[in-house]
């Protein structure tokens, strides 16, 4: 079936079409309605099956007379190691695990939270918590302890699991201090923590909290105990994924199980062209959306291998980390971030790196999280010599709204756009009015409703929020935030977000957090945080602020602190690096701070002086501080 066909077949009726995708999953007991239009906000799907996510992501593999097939490849380069799991090994651990879980008083509906660098231990993790109907949260490592607090505060985990530390090239990362200074903080406690001990910095245990991870799984694989698969709901949340809103309150992304299995099976064939048993990489973070759907769910509900990759794509030794990766693991598709490339392209500008590794599995390269630069596309095009697929997608829906099936047979590529939209995805542009704009024309991307499986049903505890954030602003359409066009051949092209979130290599962050964290200095009286375009990273962060009445200090201590207090807060991901004292922000007669043409300006890109504008004069202030920070010519 080609690309055309499967979305006309989608299109004429979306029930008969993820009824049969449903065919790839295992169901305890089947669903009484594919969709029912009558549950949750929009619908539903899959409604009243009963279905476990780590039995056809591990066990059915394992029954199915393939327990001796790679399921998990770890392979570091900051520790030189490098091992390998079986479906058998995998079913071995993660039961082990969700036993020890359950006697610490895991059980089915009670969240986990999951704080943990690239290991395998963490993809066991989320398998267990499945497993036993739990609901897991992974908070990326790169967050610092209040980011946490924050997640602890939401989800009030029963359990986290975490580490004693992460590793980033020439630094350790103190996990545990922050762990225990995230729960300090919180007002909900955890019952127990997990504490997988690395070697390179064991971490202090908490009398009668903590609990070592390999003694407990240790001791459960000897005693032969090991937990068995708790029929959940399909409509039953799997996990939450917090992620960047326009304040420092994260939104609770809500996963359920059986319609997220459903998408996530067909994409790893039809989309990605990936067979069981073949190994797929996605080299991103288990914090990160595309590390749950592809480094840990997608390929192993595929029956395909996943790596887990502790490294980066440069410095771990060098820019032919990458390709000595997919030689030695023979992968056939690599899915990673843009800015992965711009640094490998930036340290190997002729590619001469590859010609030293065998590449002969690898067939296709995936590119998400970010626009994808014409310039890198082409690069990675030429000297890769293969197809290299943009594909747009959130964190909200869990897999790709737009793409290029190679599974279902490649479409052309169109440099700039992230292709066509999926099967399940009716993508429209509205312009502010909520009427359709002409091909070729910009506006606000939306989706017709209902989303179709995987994508999410609210967030937690927040269905308020949910309604007003994604569904009030253009009736009987999902608002997804970002601006771009479809062109005549149908072709969506993804320009730039509508809201005050910006993407950091790759990384999803909200200025309005970082505002939050300025305004909280007792020396500053308002500011505004930008994102400025960035070669490398695609954009950087840009603090614009402005002291109380009489404060009178050194600018770069001032400085120095936000900086650091932004790192301490958010963490060191948000890459915070630069604020500039300025005497006034530009504003709106109505007091709106003008964050867009700030940001025109550090861009140096055109711009229409806004019409409401109270004082034009702040403009050449803020173009003034700029060019002597040397920011601007
Ligand atoms: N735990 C702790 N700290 C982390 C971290 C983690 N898991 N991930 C990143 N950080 C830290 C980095 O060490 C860095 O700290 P520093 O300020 O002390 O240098 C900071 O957060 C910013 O990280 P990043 O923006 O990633 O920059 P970098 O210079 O470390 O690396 C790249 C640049 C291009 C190599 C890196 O951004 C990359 O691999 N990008 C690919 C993006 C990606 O996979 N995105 C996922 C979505 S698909
Ligand atoms: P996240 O939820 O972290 O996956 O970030 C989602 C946002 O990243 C989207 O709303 C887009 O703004 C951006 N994004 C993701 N993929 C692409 C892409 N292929 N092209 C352009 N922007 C993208």
Redesign the pocket.
Known sequence: MSYAEAYARWQSDPEAFWAEAGKGIDWFTPAEKTFDPDQGAYGRWFAGATCNTCWNAVDRHVEAGHGERTAVIYDSPVTHTEARYSFADLQSEVGALAQVMRDHGVGKGDRVIIYM??VPQAIFAMLASARLGAVHSVV???FAAHELATRIEDAAPKMIISASC?I??G?V?HYKPLLDAAIEESSAKPDHCLILQREIEPATIVDGRDVDYAEAVGAAKDAGRMTECVPVAATDPLYILYTSGTTGQPKGVVRDNGGHMVALRWTMEQHYGVKPGEVFW????V??V??HSYICYGPLLNGSATVVYEG????TPDAGAFWRVIQDHEVVALF??P??F??IKKEDPTGALIADYDLSNFRTLFL??ERSDPATVQWAEEKLDRPVIDHWWQTETGWAMSGNPVGLGQVPVKHGSPGVPMPGYDIRVLDDGGNEVAPGTLGNIVCKLPLPPSSFPTLWNAEERFRKSYLDEFPEFYATSDAGLIDEDGYVFIMARTDDIIN????RLSTGAMEEVLSAHPDIAECAVVGVADA??GQMPLGFYVTNDGVDRAEADLQGELVAQV?QSI???A?FKTAIEVKRLPKTRSGKVLRGTMQKIADRAEFKMPAAIDDPAILDEISDALKTRGLLP
């Open positions: 660098p690239m990326f490592g790169g992460g980033e090239p630094r990362v996605a080299a991103s973070d914090g990160w595309v590390g980066k794509p440069v410095g990673t971030a800015t992965a711009r640094a998400a999280g950091v290599a790759g990384h490398l990273k790192r963490g060191a991901v890459a």
